[in-house]
């Protein structure tokens, strides 16, 4: 894993400082997990390139993301869900997915055909799991249709692709980009890496004959809501426009606890997006060569994405509409008195005096 360079990062600045931050902040959670137990499991709908899946979700309770534990993103809090002592055996994740698939039983009439397995991490990092249980997996759920698994770009690596390739299944791997711009997530995400080792992860993935879907953050810390509308509206094109890079998922920073976002929420100095904001931008880049979805957690809620409180659910819905049918004129369908204070946090508000409302 790349490190900050001395040359760009001072120490006790930049990288340093976010992950000493972090590190403090991560370090007053108190709870432990059970690891023969996945974090969370769910049955949904997705849109692949082959049309609208029913979909099996597992997060994947494993020894938790290596960069979180130096520190890691300033938004993440999800390592804070991830057991003690840094690594989960064989046996233990086999149990998770035996969990999932018991899930899936009682709950839906037939199996999904799309699998998504997440890990709070990297489930190509072999610390996270490791080859043997890959391998298993792959077989596991060898009959589907598709399979998505998420990883760090580092991680990105043919032969491992190939224990689902090879099981005759769709495979893509889910990449935590976050912004195209590296400026943006250096600083404002804490997370080491550079777009140009997405686009290798991205050709590394596509000789494997596997495709890319990239995960974006909008509206980071110490953005305005003008700055993080634009930041994401050239990230989703600059990402389309990747070979193998086929579906672009765009999410709004959500408040999650023992987090640094958590601390500037807490201290006034951090509001998720606007729900306009992420219509706004889904509307704009309707016209991009990929999917474009996005789902907003904790939409409505002070912690999540939100507009005035009377039409989130509106603007919500919306938003998924979109996600299936990829149709811009759903947003034409929906108003309310609200946007005109959006239209001022967007003229107005500037990153030294934010938030301008809530
Ligand atoms: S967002 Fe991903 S890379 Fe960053 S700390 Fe969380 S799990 Fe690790
Ligand atoms: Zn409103």
Redesign the pocket.
Known sequence: MSQPSPEVYERGKGMDAHNEVMREIRSRKDRTYDPHEPTRVWLDEDNTPDGVKRSLTIILNTGG?R??RAG??TM?G??AESVEGGSVAHEALMDQIQVCLDHEAENADEPADLIKIYT??SFLDEREVGAETRRAIGETFGDRERIVVES?PDFVAAEKLDDFTSQGLETDVAI?LETATDRVRHDCVN?YFDFADFEDACAEAGDAGAGVKAYLLMKPPFLSESEAVADMKSSIRRCAAVDHCHTVSMNPTNVQRYTMVDELYFNGGYRPPWLWSVADVLESTADVDAIVVSDPVGHGSDRGAHNCGDCDDLVQKAIKDFDLRQDPTVFSQVSCDCEGTWDVVMAEETSYSMPLAR
């Open positions: 993301c960069w979180a890691g993103c993440c999800y390592v709070s991490g760090l935590g997370k």
